[in-house]
């Protein structure tokens, strides 16, 4: 039988701490420890595109953080984008946390199960209230909405049209404009 250990914030922040993690891309997601793929030239041009245009939407309504970690109860994954609220010094010392958070996005040219999957489930067992995958390569935007247990009650995929977040049902966020 095989016995896997369940990493705690702490472990993971001690980690960090004492260089053990220095040389590795990782998160961690529901206690565990995991690799995160290396960043392509299209998914960092993408996230830079997508963290811009909501910058331009959201001016002074939220912070728009690029792949920068965030701390969930067991997990303190780095989303692509992070919409969270202002003013930015709440983070001086620690992440944004699921009452900071508006909503995430993942952008997936190569990560589309873990994103759809493991990210999902992770998010939705916080509480996260919605959470966006922006599909590259289908030109699909899948949102998820109404976090219940490990998973949401509400899943959409488009590919055109307008969507407001919930959290600012005012903005209309052009969904074509998330794959220029």
């Not at 202002?86 to 990560?111: A, C, G, K, N």
């Not at 959409?156 to 307008?162: A, F, I, N, T």
């Amino acid at each position: 039988m095989i016995t896997r250990v369940k990493w705690s914030i702490n472990d993971y922040h001690r980690m960090i701490a004492a260089g053990i993690l220095h040389d590795r891309r990782v998160e961690l997601l529901a206690g565990e420890i995991i690799e995160v793929s290396p960043e392509g030239p299209l998914h960092a041009s993408r996230i830079r595109k997508i963290a811009n245009y909501l910058r331009s939407l959201l001016n002074g309504l939220a912070l728009i953080s690029e792949a920068h970690p965030i701390t969930l109860t067991d997990s303190e994954p780095e989303p692509d984008v992070a919409i969270v609220r202002l003013p930015e010094s709440r983070y001086d010392d620690h992440h944004p946390q699921v009452e900071d958070i508006f909503w995430l996005i993942e952008i997936s040219d190569s990560t589309l199960i873990k994103d759809l999957d493991t990210k999902q489930k992770t998010y939705a067992a916080a509480g996260i209230n919605e959470y966006w995958v922006v599909d590259l390569n289908a030109s699909r935007l899948t949102v998820f909405r109404q976090p219940q247990g490990k998973a949401y009650a509400v899943r959409q995929e488009l590919s055109q049209g307008e969507l407001s977040p919930v959290a600012f049902p005012e903005i209309a966020v052009l969904i074509e404009a998330l794959f220029r």
